[in-house]
Structures are given as structure tokens and as C-alpha cells.
């Protein structure tokens, strides 16, 4: 990726020297990224490089705005205290653009992975031609952009996170938005290009929603975070990825993860994808809320008021809610069956009725998972973390291509 | 692992040197694996070392018993021609035991992957005290051993594959065998120890059945074999393994696949394993054979009974087999949406029954497989190839070690 803020540098002939520069420039970011804080005789330890191969390296990302000097010294060892260094706040960035169902939401993550800017409009998708949807997004992320322009945030790229299946920039199927074969990445970025006339194409990438919210959860769920996990996320769909050692499992033809469609009921209720009984059915958004005599349309603040009147100990609500439990618990053993995860992570609205739905989707795990495998309060069934969503991580995989390799975003001058 | 025949080297101090030597040992043993027969000027293109580094290191995989010279010259470029080098066909060898519940298998692989001794017993394994069982397999692994060194083949270990949760060497649980938390390894390799007084111990791993067939698969497929593959193989049980991108899914415990314990119905007849309705209890040869009005017990003999009957249009076995194509077709499609693999992959007792099994299978798959992922008469739903199994898939990891590493099998002399 590259932008007419910071042209790529050409390798040309001397692309050995070059290589080893190019890995060892992100080998010095990644390294202060890690530690947070961190002086450049503790860089040269810490990667096994000489004290004055980092400085070179770390001149060259200060000057080009990847680094900053805190202003703090640091004398840990001996010899003379060290300049503190840390990622620069402003500069090199990424930008993610969730489009979904009922909503779209934008987020800024600068190069340490700080959420920056967000703005999220809770807008219904659905009916509207998909260019239109995508020009919407497009409208709401140039906004998002000027933001991050008053706090000297510029993104190298913008990543799209989709609820459907995405393969090549194009949607070839969300069910949900009624999208077939919409090439998303093209549709957003002419809508963009036309709001921005004077700045340059900004690079589009686009990736699954619940691939994305499951990276973000690897990335920003915190310390003890599991590595190899199943991920669900309830909104109007029921969206799925599998994070295996810390890597996204994408299939091979990028479509993994598609939990929401593994049938439940051979003979149960239509669903969008055009097959009977999907998961989805039973516990979708509509679904729970149709199932406890609610609007199944009344979207979050629907789900809210379901939550309430659980805590509050309607039957009808908690008969729904744990159906929807028992069901996902059903699809989520067979899931845990085939992959064997630490974890199974639960997002959208099942963080907000965790209280109600965990204890019969962890029953139905206890009881169906081979040879005690999943015993009764095993702690393995767990809410995400709300540092997670899909924008974030969607703008976080920006962040990380320019941390593998900075060069490419390092401006010539 | 090392053994009486083939000590391994010391590293000692010069571990920088003797690092390089060994890396590239292996990869001059695996370039003639690859092409089944080279020269040395071959190997040195193929593998980008000189001509004077391969003939030395050719010298040693000779000398040691990995290579031999054909007698052949080739000359196909400038030069003198070459004598052609192929794998021996004797020395270093692997074994694998595959102990299933109503047969065991043993086969010994030499270098090229070629199946060399094979000794299959039927013989029912339910009821005997596990490590009974594990010594009758010692007793047919050690006739192997025999008819082995006939041909002078030394296997360097012995893997096992076994019907259920294999971790650390433990059996954690077969439903179908009744063996819980066996210690597999530690029982074979003292029988087999005690077989063959005068022999050094050979080192034992152990793994699931179904993984080591579904490598079999992978390796031994074919050209054009699938490198991302859900795999099935129906036996008493019903077996699965993920292999992503020709790498086996092990899972963070070591335990994915269990396809046969998906749950298909959740008030279904209880399963070995004690949950209810999984999908072994419609599509494993005992239900298999009981839908069809036969012997549950019958085993193979009754399975290739239920093929000739259903060959001959017997409405009774045709829609038995249709049945557990159903459920299979249910399940599997589940595993496509999640997992998103190239071809499903049926091997064991479906094999036989393909042509009244397949059609059932690949409704569901067309039918559930979301966005039409899954087209009608893809051509994805296979048979396995015959030559792959898991004991062959047990003997060729033993191979594959010696293949990564020949130094560790190298004889100092």
C-alpha cells in the first residue's frame, strides 16, 4: 500500500542491502510497538543488533513519523541515559470501515493500536442499492478522515470489514444486506476518491466482519487473550472465525468461519442464505427477538430491552434467551469437536446477554464435547473483550502492514 | 529418535558448521525423493550448492544407507554423464500399527514411501484389557520386523494410530474400544521390547487414526490430491482430520477432527462417547449395518454384504446408505461453512459404498453450503485413494523424521 503522503521507496539495484534495511527498520518499530517505551541501546539488545545499526535505523523512522522522542531519559544499565523513544501519535495510520447490517462504524488506530477516532451511525443497510451503501460508508469515513487530519493522523489504507463473504474486493454473498457479487472495494473507493478531490487514492483493502472482530480480539483482548479460538459474534446475522496460534484461518478460498449457516434443523425456518434450519434462525438477532415477542426489527435498543427484562426475570425472556443458547451451544460443540480451541469467544449482542446465555451454551458444551473435554466451568466459554470490534481491527490490519514494512510508507526526502 | 542401527551424531562444539551439513543432508535426501531418480549435477542445480558440496554430501548419504547409485549414467547437459542416484531400498525404514477396533494393521515404508511388508489381522479388539490389546499388536508389528529384515529394511520407530483422543502418548479416550487414559506407547514398547531381546529399543510415537490417514491421503493421493481437506474414514467409529494447506490440524490440545461426535440429533440414541445422537450413531458401520436389518457385528464382510445388496437395488440397504448419507451430508456441510476446505474426503467403509453413499452426501452439501460454495456435481466429494491408510500414514511420519534430519540416523563409522 502506499499514498501520496508517503510514497514507497524503489529498491533498484541494491536490493540485498535494501532487504536486510527494510526487515530491520520494521524489526526496530515492531520492537518499541512491544515494549511501549524503550531506549535505543534497549532496542539493540533486545533485536541483536549494534547500538549504532539502531540509531541509523531509528533517525531514519523518527524522521520520517513513525517514531517520536518522548523527551524522558531512561538510565537502566551503564553508560550515559538514553533517549526515550516511542511511537509517533501522529502521522502513518489506518483507517477501518465496518459497513453492517444496521450500522456502519469508522475507526482511526494510530501505530501503537490506539483506537483515535470513531464515528459509528446506527443506520438501516438493508434495501438500499449496495453502491449506495458503500457511497454512505464512504461519506461517513471522508468525515472520520477529517478528524484524524486535525490531530495530524494521516492512513495509509482503508479496510473494509463486510458481514458476508469476501473474496478479491468483492462481496460475493451477504445474505443479510441481499448483496451478490458486489465489487465492494471498487464502489467505496470512486465514492471517496469523489469526496477527497484534491488528496490521492487512498488503497482499499475488504475482509469479513467477524474475521476482523476476531483479529481485533486477538490483537486487543488483553493479557491471557487465547491464541487458538473459536469466535461467534450475534447481530442480525451470526457472523464466525477460527483463530488458530494466532492466525486467522481463512479456507481456501477465504470463506472459512461461516457459523451462522451450519444447520441446526434440517427442517426448521427458511433462511436468507436459501437453506432450512440455519443457526441463524435461532439465534440472530430477529430470531431472539421474535422469540422473546419483540419488534425483531427493533435492532440494538431491542436487544437492550431484552437484556433488561432478563435481569429482571421475565420468563419469556429468559425462555428465549436460552433457547438461543442451547442452539448455538449445539453448532459450538460440533465446532469444538472438529478444531479443539482453548476458547470460544462470544461478541456482539451475546456480550450483552452473556449473563443469561452462557450457562446453556456452556450445559450443551459440557455435555457434547467428547471425553470430558469441556468440563462444567472450564472458564473457556467467554464474552469478548470490548476493546475488540471489527472497525478496529479492520484499521489495526492497516497498522500492521506498515509495521512489516515500513519502508514502504517512508517518504524519500 | 535414534536406534542400535543408526546412533545418532554428536554435535559437539563445531554445532554452527555441523547445523549447515545436516540442514543440507536433508535437502539433497529430499530432492532425489522428489525426483525418484537424479544426478548429482541435478541435485546441485535443483538445490543451489555447488557440484564438489553435493557429491561430498551424496558420498555420506551413501555410505550411511539412504542413497544408492543405480548403475544408470544419464547425461542430459554438458559435461560427463552422471550415474543416477535413487533412494535404497533397503536400511532406514518406518513402521506404523494402526490397532482399530476389529483389525490391526502394520506396514513398513522405506524411504521413497513405498509400502513395503504389509501384515493385516482381523481380529476384534473390543474387550480385551487395553494392554493386551497393545501387545497383540507388538506381536504383529515384531512378524513385520521380521519380513522387514528379509529385505533389510531396519525401521528407525514406530508410530501408532489409534481409534481415539492420542495425547503425550496416552490414549485419553476410544468410546468404541473402551480404553480410557491408556498409556498406549509404554505398553507396546515393552511388549515389543520383550519380543525382540537382542534388538535396541525402537523408539514409539503415537497419534489418532484418522490424522495419520488423512496424511496418508495428502502424501499418497496422487497428483492433484487436495492440500486443504476435511477427511472422513468410517469404521466402527467414525473418524475426521482437517488438513489445511498440507498441514495437519491438530488443535490446541491436540484433539481436532472428531467429526463422529457432531451432534446430529440432540435426543438421538445415546453414543459410546455418552453424549446423545452424534453423528457416529447413524453413519458408523455398526448403525450402518443395523438400518440396513443386518448384524451390527458383521464388520467388513457385512459392509461389502451391504454394497452387494444395495448394488443390486435391495430397497432396504439403499435407503439405509442414503440415510447416513444424509446425516454425513449434514454434518459435513457444517464442517464446509466453517472450515471452507477444497474437497470433503471420504475413506474406510465409504469407500465401498461411494456410488450409493456419494449422491446423498453431495445433495446436502448443495443444498447447506452457503452462496452456492458447494455447486452440484462439483466434483469435490471423493473417495479416497487406495493407497492411503493410516498405518502406511503412520510408517511414512516415522520416514518423514528420517528425511528432515538423516544425521540424526547417520552412523558415525
Not at 26 to 45: F, K, N, P, Q
Not at 92 to 101: K, R
Not at 335 to 346: E, I, M, S, Y
Amino acid at each position: 500500500m502506499d499514498t501520496n503522503h508517503t510514497p514507497p521507496v524503489s529498491l533498484g539495484a541494491k536490493a540485498g542491502k535494501e532487504t536486510v534495511r527494510r526487515h530491520n527498520l520494521s524489526l526496530v518499530l515492531r520492537a518499541v510497538r512491544d515494549e511501549g517505551e524503550a531506549t535505543r541501546a534497549g532496542i539493540a539488545s533486545r533485536v541483536g543488533l549494534t547500538r549504532a545499526a539502531v540509531s541509523s535505523l531509528v533517525e531514519q523512522l523518527i524522521g520520517s513519523g513513525f517514531l517520536s522522542e518522548s523527551g524522558k531519559t531512561f538510565s537502566g544499565q551503564a553508560g550515559r541515559p538514553g533517549t526515550v523513544l516511542k511511537m509517533a501519535r501522529t502521522g502513518p495510520a489506518g483507517i477501518g470501515v465496518e459497513i453492517n447490517i444496521d450500522y456502519v462504524s469508522v475507526c482511526v488506530v494510530d501505530l501503537s493500536g490506539t483506537d483515535r477516532v470513531r464515528l459509528t451511525e446506527h443506520i438501516d443497510n438493508r434495501g438500499a442499492p449496495p453502491a449506495e451503501v458503500l457511497a454512505r460508508g464512504a461519506r461517513i469515513a471522508a468525515r472520520t478522515l477529517e478528524s484524524a487530519a486535525e490531530q495530524d493522523l494521516a492512513p495509509v489504507g482503508a479496510e473494509l470489514a463486510l458481514p458476508g463473504l469476501v473474496s478479491a474486493g468483492t462481496v460475493r454473498q451477504a445474505p443479510n444486506l441481499g448483496w451478490n457479487r458486489v465489487p465492494a472495494e471498487e464502489h467505496f473507493a470512486r465514492a471517496l476518491a469523489r469526496l477527497r478531490p484534491g488528496a490521492g487514492p487512498l488503497p482499499v483493502s475488504s475482509e469479513n466482519e467477524a474475521n476482523l472482530a476476531a483479529l481485533a480480539e486477538l490483537w486487543f483482548g488483553g493479557l491471557g487473550s487465547p491464541r487458538t479460538f473459536l469466535y461467534l459474534t450475534g447481530e442480525i446475522g451470526v457472523g464466525g472465525a477460527l483463530v488458530i496460534d494466532g492466525e486467522l484461518l481463512r479456507g481456501a478460498h477465504g470463506f472459512a468461519g461461516e457459523i451462522g449457516h451450519v444447520v441446526v434443523d434440517p427442517d426448521g425456518p427458511l433462511c436468507r442464505c436459501g437453506a432450512r434450519g440455519c443457526l441463524e434462525q435461532y439465534a440472530g438477532q430477529s430470531a431472539l427477538l421474535r422469540a422473546a415477542g419483540m419488534d425483531p426489527d427493533a435492532g440494538v435498543p431491542g436487544v437492550t430491552e431484552l437484556a433488561r427484562r432478563a435481569r429482571g426475570g421475565d420468563a419469556t425472556a429468559l425462555e428465549a434467551v436460552g433457547r438461543a443458547g442451547r442452539m448455538l451451544g449445539r453448532v459450538v460443540s460440533g465446532a469444538v469437536n472438529l478444531f479443539d480451541p482453548d476458547a470460544v469467544v462470544l461478541g456482539g449482542i451475546y456480550r450483552t446477554l452473556m449473563p443469561w446465555l452462557s450457562p446453556s451454551v456452556d450445559r450443551e458444551l459440557t455435555a457434547r464435547v467428547v471425553s470430558g473435554l469441556w468440563p462444567a466451568g472450564s472458564g473457556r466459554l467467554r464474552a469478548s473483550s470490548s476493546a475488540g470490534d471489527a472497525a478496529r481491527g479492520a484499521a489495526a490490519l492497516v497498522v500492521r502492514a506498515v509495521l512489516a514494512d515500513p519502508s514502504a510508507y517512508v517518504s524519500r526526502a
